[in-house]
Each structure stands twice: as structure tokens, then as C-alpha cells.
């Protein structure tokens, strides 16, 4: 029997009076021990069917056709009372937001408590023993003095595992994974898809994972789906994937940057995913309207499944067009000029924490940054790389001045700005602005988009009459490729990637000679992730700054950086050139992170 099965799956909702389509003409079948990788862009319907199999459909949605079944029996006419009983027992979730699904107000030991005493009563000593186990499985430090602490007191990375640690306490037979490795590094992703296989092998557990990220949902799965706008794209076994027939499935790699290989261009999509209330108006194939390959009779009815090779099927009237879809060539980099004095220079920064337990505990140092050097010439992008708790954003935020270094020396333009006195601040506020990684939390949510740009501006030049510094603020927006009615819009009603670029162009309203990047294209659909990175390199030989790039995405780095840096544990283990560096790694850590990423 299967294990999960939908059959003409469906899932409508009403908008406007009109009803639309969110999910049609879903069929897949998912055994035990196998895991079923769904691959999509936001808006594509993937999370869908996971709240589809907790009957938690938004408002105004519901199962329009078809049949989702869970070992033969349909989950949406199952009674409540035993699909409760199923879910977290049988049917484990691991959500895509880790610091909304945990409680801010109990301790990760009470909801990891809760969570166990209810999937199966046990003594409390060995459920916390269960807890430590767990949590030490994820590769968490010091799990015993984890359990004592608050969501807010861990990283986003560190929640994401508490989160997948309670999903495997219960060994259920089904996990439906939403984007569980989005936010987390290189060499903690592959541990959790060694955990994922081990747990397949061990106990039958077959996986639905969800992830915009072609390459991981081919390296996970047994087979893979593709949606577009709510409908399959194209399916079948992960190896197929390779030689992909349908166009979106093909757009999606060429928007990847490679780890390996000859360097190529980023295939960018144009504009985005059609909304729900546009579906209605697409009668043919929803990719049509973005897909190179359309022709007119792709406009006019939805393409039939056709089978491209065995067990390999695309919703496609010219699959045999698609492999000529062609990588952009590459661009080259501007020549960084080779400067007698960096622009910025950093010798032998080092920062030290220090905290103390309770109110006459003993005071503990941890040393987040040691010894750091560096040099960022005019004009060139330097990564910085390394798993979390490296010391990459505390070097960032010693560089931008957020934090104070315990040694060390701050070089900017020949001024020393290590002290932080006013001279050092209006220093670093002409020279230097910060990306920061969540675009949603650095926006204010109740002022529209243009006054976010236009207070930017106003902090640097007061004197500026308003409709100057509006002008000047669309023609920012127009420079990071937004739309002129963006400055009307709230921070709410755009989507991600163009909160990221409202970012981008509040930072550029300072004419800074530096951007510090963290983290800015983490999280982010590979197609909106390519057109950041174009949107980067486009403003890198327009104005010409520089920047250093922070990311735990080797391929992102290797595609947009010159140099790079790598740091473990504090220190700066590697640094170099970023080809020679990749392709010749002299330090075991960083051939360790090479290894763990997925081809």
C-alpha cells in the first residue's frame, strides 16, 4: 500500500467571486523508505499540499477534486478526531518558519517535553534523555543548557533543528519537510539528508520534501515534481532530472550558479509567478507567459502529459525544444584596480563576549572573532564563508561599526575608525551601508517604500527639498529594477525578492564605497536569487563600489566574488583568490564545506 497518494488532486479558493484554481490535476504516489522531492518557486502551490494533509487550508480554500489518501484512507474525510490522532504521531511536519513555530514564551526543553509526553507517555527523566539525544543527533552544542533557553535566544539555523529533532523523536512514518534546510549551512544540510536517509533506512519513514532548490531536491529524492502556478510541471526519478524536458524545470538550473565546471551566466526568469487572481486569465499553459520556448497554441489550452523517457512525464507541447534553452554566457568582472592602500583594512581585529550566568554566577568569554585580517581593494567583491557561529556576521558588524572590536585596527580610505567616537561614525556612515539578511524584519511594515528610501536620504542630506529627494528615490528603484508604483506600495505587498531590492536601494542612497552583504540572497527562490546577483554585478560596473559578501552558499560566492575568505571557530582558516580557493582547497575545513554541497 502507499504510503501517501493523490489521485487528480485539487484545491480551490474563492476570490472576488471568481473561483480559482490554487492546486489541479495532482497525481503522485510516495512508498515507504522514499521521498518525494516537490520543487517550485513561492506561489507555485508546494506548501499547499502539505497544509492540504493537515486540513489546515487557509480561509476560503478547500479540496475542490480528487483524493489524498494516507495508507488508503482519504485525510479529508477522515474524521478529526483520528487525523489528530495521525499528526505528529504518524505525520510529522517540519515548518519552513522556525522562529514562528516555536513558542517564544517556553523554553525549547518544555515544548520538546510537551511534544514527547504527548506522542508517547514516559517517564520525565528519560524524556528529557530522548530530548538531549535528539538534539545532539542535529549537531547542536551543549544540548543539556539548550533545553533551558528561549526560541529568541538561538539563531534561525539553530531553531530549524530544534524543529526537525522533534520531528524525528516520534519515527513517524511520514515527514513532510518545508523547506527544512533553506536558512541552514552547507555541512549542517547534508547531516540533516544523512539523517533523512538513515531514518528511510531505519524505519520505512518515506519524506515529503519541499525545497526551491533543483539541485538538493535531486540530491534528497527518489523521484522529483515539479510545480508551476499550482500545476505539475514535470515529474519522475531524480536521476531523469538531469537532461529536464519541460522549459521551467530548465530555467530553474540554468538559474543556479555551479559549484564546479566552466563559470556560466545566470538564466534570470522575467518578471514573476502569475498571482491567484491572474490564473483565471491564463487558459493555456501557465509558464507560457515566461517560457522561451511558447508559441501561440501554448496559450491557448493547457498541454497535455506527455512521457519523455521512462517514468519521465512533461506537461509540454514541445519537449524536445527545451534542452536547447541556452546558458548565458559569462560576464567578466570589472578589473579591480590594484591600489597601493585597500580601501579597507582590517589588522588583527579581535571581538570577545562576555557573559555571566545568573546574578553572582561566573562570567564566560567566548571568542567570536580572533585575529582577523583582511583587505578589500576599490571595487572588489570579497565572500566571506563558513558555518554559523564562524564569527562571519560578527566580523561584519565590527566592520560597520554595530559592533565594538576588543583588539585590533579598522582601516577605512587611510582613516583609523577602530574607536567609536563622532569622527569615526560620520566615517563610516560616507563610506560603508549594511544589507541585512531578512528583508521583512529590516522594513518598516507602516511606511511605503518610497518614504523608506526618501529617509535614507534624509539622513545623509537634510537640505534636500522633498520632491528632490522623491525623484531621487524612484530613480533608485528604477536602478534596483523596480517598478515606479513601488514607492506607493507597503513593505507588505511585494514579495521577497523585492523587499530585498528596496534594501539594496536604501543602502545605495548613501553612495557608499562599501556594502557589507549578509546573508541577502539566502532563503530566496533561485530565480529571484539570479536576479539579485545580476542586479549586484550590474550595480558593481554602473557605480563601482565594493563589498563584502557574506553567505553560507559557496556557489553564490563562487559565481559573484573575486576573493574569498574562510572562517571557522573565529578564526580565518583560508583566504585567496575565490577559483583557486575552490578548485585547490588547502585547509580541511574548507574541503570539508566543498564536499558538502550538493551536484
Do not use: W
Not at 480551490?12 to 523508505?33: C, H, K, N, Q, Y
Not at 542612497?509 to 529571484?528: F, Q, T
Not at 546577483?533 to 563600489?545: C, K, P, S, T, Y
Amino acid at each position: 500500500m502507499a504510503l501517501l497518494e493523490t489521485q487528480d488532486f485539487g484545491v480551490s479558493a474563492r476570490l472576488g467571486g471568481i473561483e480559482v484554481d490554487v492546486l489541479r490535476d495532482l497525481t503522485f504516489t510516495l512508498g515507504p523508505g522514499k521521498v518525494l522531492s516537490l520543487v517550485g518557486e513561492s506561489g507555485a502551490g508546494k506548501s499547499m499540499i502539505g497544509r492540504a494533509i493537515a486540513r489546515d487550508l487557509p480561509a476560503g480554500f478547500a479540496v475542490s477534486t480528487g483524493r489524498l489518501a494516507f495508507e488508503g484512507r482519504d485525510l479529508a474525510s477522515l474524521p478529526a478526531r483520528d487525523l489528530a490522532a495521525l499528526l505528529g504521531r504518524e505525520i510529522a511536519f517540519i515548518p519552513q518558519e522556525p522562529l514562528s513555530a516555536l513558542n517564544p514564551v517556553l523554553t525549547v526543553g518544555r515544548q520538546f517535553d510537551e511534544h514527547l509526553r504527548r506522542i508517547e507517555p514516559a517517564p520525565r527523566a528519560e524524556r528529557r534523555a530522548r530530548a538531549v539525544a535528539a538534539l545532539e543527533s542535529m549537531r547542536l552544542p551543549r544540548p543539556d543548557e539548550l533545553l533551558a533557553r528561549y526560541p529568541h535566544q538561538l539563531s534561525g539555523g539553530m531553531c530549524q533543528r530544534v524543529l526537525i529533532a522533534m520531528a524525528f523523536a516520534s519515527r513517524p512514518k511520514l515527514i513532510v519537510a518545508d523547506e527544512p534546510t533553506t536558512a541552514l549551512d552547507v555541512t549542517v544540510q547534508a547531516e540533516i539528508v544523512r539523517l533523512l536517509r538513515a531514518l528511510q533506512d531505519r524505519e520505512g519513514t518515506g519524506v515529503l520534501f519541499i525545497t526551491h532548490d533543483l539541485r538538493l531536491a535531486a540530491d534528497v529524492g527518489d523521484e522529483v515534481l515539479v510545480l508551476y502556478a499550482g500545476r505539475p510541471a514535470e515529474r519522475g526519478p531524480a536521476r531523469l532530472l538531469r537532461a529536464p524536458a519541460h522549459p521551467y524545470t530548465r530555467c530553474l538550473e540554468l538559474a543556479a550558479p555551479a559549484i564546479d565546471g566552466e563559470r556560466r551566466g545566470l538564466y534570470a526568469l522575467p518578471e514573476r509567478m502569475p498571482g491567484l487572481m491572474t490564473l483565471g486569465d491564463l487558459p493555456g499553459c501557465r509558464f507560457a507567459p515566461r517560457c522561451p520556448n511558447a508559441v501561440a497554441a501554448c496559450r491557448e489550452a493547457p498541454p497535455p502529459f506527455v512521457e519523455v523517457a521512462p517514468g519521465q512525464v512533461a506537461a509540454c507541447l514541445r519537449p524536445e525544444m527545451t534542452a536547447g534553452i541556452p546558458a548565458p554566457p559569462p560576464e567578466a568582472a570589472p578589473p579591480v584596480a590594484a591600489a597601493c592602500a585597500p580601501l579597507l583594512e582590517v589588522r588583527d581585529l579581535g571581538k570577545v563576549f562576555t557573559s555571566r550566568r545568573g546574578l553572582f554566577g561566573r562570567f564566560r568569554s567566548l571568542v567570536a572573532v580572533r585575529e582577523a585580517r583582511l583587505r578589500l581593494a576599490d571595487g572588489e567583491f570579497v565572500g566571506v564563508v563558513g558555518e554559523s557561529g564562524s564569527g562571519k556576521s560578527t566580523l561584519a558588524r565590527l566592520i560597520v561599526g554595530l559592533e565594538r572590536p576588543s583588539a585590533g585596527t579598522i582601516v577605512l580610505a587611510g582613516e583609523d575608525v577602530t574607536v567609536d567616537d563622532r569622527r569615526s561614525r560620520a566615517i563610516r556612515r560616507s563610506l560603508v551601508q549594511m544589507v541585512f539578511q531578512d528583508p521583512q524584519s529590516a522594513l518598516n511594515p507602516r511606511r511605503r517604500v518610497g518614504s523608506l528610501v526618501t529617509q535614507a536620504l534624509e539622513a545623509r542630506t537634510p537640505a534636500i527639498p522633498p520632491q528632490e529627494r522623491l525623484a531621487r528615490a524612484e530613480a533608485l528603484l528604477a536602478a534596483v529594477g523596480l517598478p515606479p508604483d513601488a514607492a506607493r506600495r507597503y513593505p507588505a505587498q511585494l514579495s521577497g525578492g523585492q523587499k530585498q531590492r528596496v534594501n539594496i536601494a536604501r543602502a545605495l542612497a548613501a553612495e557608499p564605497r562599501i556594502l557589507v552583504a549578509d546573508e541577502i540572497v539566502s532563503g530566496l527562490d533561485v530565480s529571484v536569487q539570479a536576479q539579485i546577483m545580476d542586479l549586484l554585478a550590474r550595480l558593481r560596473r554602473e557605480r563601482g563600489f565594493s563589498m563584502l559578501f557574506i553567505s553560507h552558499d559557496l556557489s553564490v560566492v563562487r559565481h559573484l566574488c573575486d576573493r574569498v575568505i574562510v572562517m571557522y571557530r573565529g578564526d580565518i582558516v583560508e583566504s585567496g583568490p575565490t577559483e583557486r580557493v575552490f578548485r585547490n582547497p588547502a585547509h580541511a575545513y574548507t574541503r570539508t564545506l566543498l564536499a558538502a554541497v550538493p551536484r
